[in-house]
């Protein structure tokens, strides 16, 4: 796992340094040459922390939009829950790759990019999914990006949050990506929509916290 961050670093530093920082998810996913070993935040299996929310709510269905989808755990897992997913990644060779991996019926792989988002996606679903998203890119972008999350929410749908949180507690400055995300910052992405949810844990081998953030469109 060092190596693979330490590929990743360098991927990130020479993307950044050719005035480009985030090709760097386009040359991860070509780097590992459909290996997934290469991508540290796959893991074969849909977040836990939406695993939880999805027992929580158990049966309810509709459409849903999954945010930087990469190699498709969490999509997979919703659509096999029996909603209609449309996910999209800022990488093409993601896409191709996960095309290859899952093709279901019920989801709709695209090329996409949270800082451009699709216009027919506007106030279109009943669920947006963001993991590990904004946490992985630099704070100039990951403002405007996080500003497109709640538009894209229809009546009544909830946007779902899940990533690394600052612990105020720990003084060590995280040389990222990832970078954990302030607390104000979290708070901030729901922007006109109600806050129903704010799970936080820190797990014994970790000093940043882990946070899932729920927010519904009235």
């Avoid at 996910?87 to 991996?101: G, Q, T």
């Avoid at 970790?206 to 729920?214: D, M, S, T």
Wanted: hydrophobic share 40%; aromatic share 10%; charged share 25%.
């Amino acid at each position: 796992m060092d190596d693979v961050r330490k590929i990743l670093r360098n991927l990130s530093d020479a993307a950044s340094e050719r005035g480009a920082p985030l090709d760097w998810f386009e040359d991860l996913y070509d780097f590992a040459g459909k290996d997934s070993t290469f991508i540290p935040w796959s893991k074969g299996e849909p977040h836990p922390f939406l695993v939880d929310w999805m027992d929580e709510y158990a049966g309810r269905e509709g459409s849903a939009l999954i945010v930087g989808c990469g190699l498709g755990e969490d999509a997979v897992y919703l659509a096999e829950k029996g909603w209609n997913v449309t996910a999209f990644d800022l990488s093409e060779s993601a896409i191709r790759w996960v095309k290859e991996m899952h093709a279901h019926h019920s989801i709709s792989w695209e090329v996409g990019d949270l800082l451009k988002p699709n216009p027919t996606w506007i106030e279109k679903f009943d669920l947006v999914l963001e993991v590990h998203i904004l946490q992985a890119i630099p704070e100039v972008f990951r403002i405007p990006a996080s500003q497109n999350l709640a538009p894209l929410v229809g009546q009544g749908g909830q946007l779902i949050c899940i990533g690394r949180m600052e612990n105020p507690l720990n003084e060590i400055e995280v040389d990222g990506p990832p970078w954990p995300l302030e607390r104000s910052f979290i708070q901030s992405i729901g922007q006109t929509l109600n806050p129903t949810d704010m799970y936080v844990v820190q797990y014994e081998e970790e000093e940043h916290l882990r946070y899932r953030a729920v927010w519904q469109r009235s």
